[in-house]
């Protein structure tokens, strides 16, 4: 069966997400403020909307509530990703994921009921620290 995602944020790290989701078939609408972002993504994902989604307006109007899993991708307007974050719950969101900037925004993130917070640059490093470690071991 087709999922159906939204990723909010196409920067390097939620348009890797969006990239991926659709090329592996699922049904990807994609958001950004930024027209230029939307014109780069409009081919990729199943759709690409213009949106600022600190106004819950326009996310309502985007009949987001709808939408299963929500990738939250933005990265340095810390207020901006919390703020879209809290409304994302309130409508009801069953799984949403946020990309935290840092410590304090990714205890902010839990704390307001986000269901999965990554922080990428962290948890990549470390991710290969232990793959060099594993392979030392395994060249010794
Ligand atoms: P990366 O490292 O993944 O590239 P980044 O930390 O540099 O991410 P930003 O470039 O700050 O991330 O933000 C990612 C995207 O989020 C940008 O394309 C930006 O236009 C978009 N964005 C920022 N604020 C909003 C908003 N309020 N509504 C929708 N999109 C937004």
Do not use: W
């Amino acid at each position: 069966m087709k999922r159906e995602f939204a990723v909010i944020g196409l920067g390097r790290f939620g348009g890797s997400i969006c990239r991926e989701l659709s090329e592996e078939g699922m049904d990807v609408l994609a958001i950004d403020a930024d027209e230029d972002k939307i014109d780069e993504f409009k081919d990729i994902a199943a759709h690409a909307v213009i949106a600022d989604t600190t106004d819950d307006k326009v996310l309502k109007e985007l009949g987001i509530r709808n939408i299963e899993h929500v990738i939250v991708a933005i990265g340095d307007n810390i207020q901006a990703s919390i703020l879209t974050t809290i409304m994302l719950k309130e409508l009801g969101i069953k799984t949403l994921t946020v990309k935290a900037q840092n410590d304090y925004h990714e205890k902010v993130l839990k704390k307001i009921g986000a269901d999965y917070v990554v922080h990428p640059e962290r948890d990549m490093g470390r991710r290969i620290a232990h793959s060099i470690i594993s392979t030392n071991i395994l060249d010794h």
